[in-house]
Nanobody, 123 residues
Framework: HVQLVESGGGSVQTGGSLRLSCEAS????????LAWLRQAPGKEREGVAS???????TYDDSVKGRSTISQDTAKNSLYLQMNSLQPEDTGMYYC??????????????????WGQGTQVTVS
């Protein structure tokens, strides 16, 4: 059973940056998809960015151009660099994974393994 642990959240001012990290308890499987999703209070969980085992990435339009998803396979880690943060980026950010996803997806129902989340607050 894969465990995912997020870190790096915090409180920042508008325009600031954060780098979120997600460490997996074991080597991820191949092929796979990894993703960052977020949930704001009173809203549904939404996909932010995803990455597959070929290195392809996709982003939600709301973060495109100011966020970068990346991984370090040697460290079993996934990252999300977020710049030019806005108050609407506030929410709980979750790392998620699934084996053998046929296509990149930002849909939360695509993913099977989830971390417990790290809070991002932008004011």
């Amino acid at each position: 059973h894969v465990q995912l642990v997020e870190s790096g959240g915090g409180s920042v001012q508008t325009g600031g940056s954060l780098r979120l990290s997600c460490e997996a308890s074991e080597n991820t499987f191949n092929p796979y998809c990894l993703a960052w999703l977020r949930q704001a209070p009173g809203k549904e969980r939404e996909g932010v960015a995803s990455l597959d085992s070929d290195g392809s990435t996709t982003y939600d339009d709301s973060v495109k151009g100011r966020s970068t998803i990346s991984q370090d396979t040697a460290k079993n880690s996934l990252y999300l660099q977020m710049n030019s943060l806005q108050p609407e980026d506030t929410g709980m950010y979750y790392c998620a994974a699934v084996r053998a996803c046929p296509t990149l997806s930002l849909r939360s129902d695509t993913y099977y393994y989830w971390g417990q989340g790290t809070q991002v607050t932008v004011s």
